[in-house]
């Protein structure tokens, strides 16, 4: 059974830097993609960042330059580092993570809250 955790939220002011750890037990071969999602108070979740397994990255067009996904496949983990950090990046992240059969788990969320 695919489980996935994340760590890493918190509080910070605008301006300043969190990173997001996200480690997945039980899977059995390379993930096709991991991600991180983002739902903010009110709205829909949307997809903030994905690493696939080509090593290949994508963004939401309001992060790039400010936040980085990475992933460490010996530890099945995957981080997003959040850097430059504005009030709007407030939400709870879910970590994503598709497997070769286009199966998708989600992580339970991790909470970031940015203050002007």
């Known amino acids: 059974q695919v489980q996935l955790m994340e760590s890493g939220g918190g509080s910070v002011q605008a301006g300043g830097s969190l990173r997001l750890s996200c480690a997945a037990s039980g899977i059995t071969s390379v993930p096709n993609a991991m991600g991180w999602s983002r739902q903010a108070p009110g709205k829909q979740r949307s997809l903030v960042a994905a690493?696939?397994?080509?090593?290949?990255?994508n963004y939401l067009a309001s992060v790039k330059g400010r936040f980085t996904i990475s992933r460490d496949d010996a530890k099945n983990t995957v981080y997003l580092q959040m850097n430059s950090l504005k009030p709007e990046d407030t939400g709870v992240y879910y970590c994503r993570l598709s497997d070769f059969r286009g199966m998708v788990y989600w992580g339970k969320g991790a909470l970031v809250t940015v203050s002007a």
């Open positions: 690493i696939f397994r080509s090593g290949d990255t």
